[in-house]
């Protein structure tokens, strides 16, 4: 298991940006994909993006294409979330996660074994 510890969130205005960060330790960060997933309230947990071992590979949800990038230092076992002209609907509680394996799985939870505890992101209009 990975130990897996978010911050950056809070509240902003429509428009703006925030940068999420998820600090990692235990088992070996950079030897596995990493991917952030976010819960609106009432909603069910959805992928955001996701990310291989190296850097070299991502991908990210529809919703968040164009505005939204993840990155990861391996140096410094963290992943980040840069979230760019943020909307209302992006209001959420986000998560990242460690993968079982270095290369981007299919974007389920159920593919993703070890979770941070959230952080809050409200995006008020």
């Known amino acids: 298991q990975v130990q897996l510890v978010e911050s950056g969130g809070g509240l902003v205005q429509a428009g703006g940006s925030l940068r999420l960060s998820c600090a990692a330790s235990?088992?070996?960060?950079?030897?596995?994909?990493m991917g952030w997933f976010r819960q609106a309230p009432g909603k069910a947990r959805e992928f955001v993006a996701a990310i291989s071992w190296s850097g070299g590979s991502v991908d990210h949800a529809d919703s968040a294409k164009g505005r939204f990038t993840i990155t990861r230092d391996n140096s410094k076992n963290t992943l980040y979330l840069q979230m760019n002209s943020l909307k209302p609907d992006d209001t959420a509680v986000y998560y990242c996660?460690?993968?079982?394996?270095?290369?981007?799985?299919?974007?389920?939870?159920?593919?993703?074994?070890?979770w941070g505890q959230g952080t809050h992101v409200t995006v008020s209009s």
């Open positions: 235990g088992r070996t960060f950079s030897s596995h994909a």
């Open positions: 996660a460690a993968a079982r394996y270095g290369s981007i799985p299919y974007p389920t939870e159920a593919n993703f074994d070890s």
